[in-house]
């Protein structure tokens, strides 16, 4: 089993969700973050007065899922989240362990 975190541009989150919707994924967690990287902010007017926005508005989506459907997901997360512009984001994969159903107890693959 797999962890798939992705942060991405807040506008591209429908079109991602929909397409890992369309393979069957069944749950996600997605989370209002902000940070930077080289992007590095820009700076905003606001009643005559600059402000340098360091950290960007993003969004993270958290994903459990099989080994087997890893590549897969992370080829459309990329597809899908891609602008071509700077700042579009990344994609980290992690192992997990151990998952466990809270309500039922199941474990494992079963528990995703």
Do not use: C, W
């Not at 508005?57 to 897969?72: C, F, G, N, R, T």
Request: glycine residues 10%; aromatic residues 6%; positive net charge.
């Amino acid at each position: 089993m797999k962890k798939i975190e992705a942060i991405i541009k807040p506008f591209k989150l429908d079109e991602v969700k929909d397409a890992l919707n369309d393979m069957g994924i069944k749950g996600m967690t997605v989370t209002e973050v902000k940070g930077f990287g080289r992007q590095k902010g820009h700076v905003e007017l606001y009643r005559g007065a600059e402000y340098d926005i360091a950290f960007l508005p993003k969004v993270k989506l958290e994903i459990a899922l099989s080994d087997s459907l890893v590549e897969k997901v992370v080829s459309t997360i990329q597809s899908k989240a891609n602008t071509g512009k700077i700042g579009d984001g990344k994609i980290f994969v992690y192992p997990i362990e151990e998952v466990i159903r809270i309500r039922t107890g199941e474990k494992g693959e079963a528990a995703i």
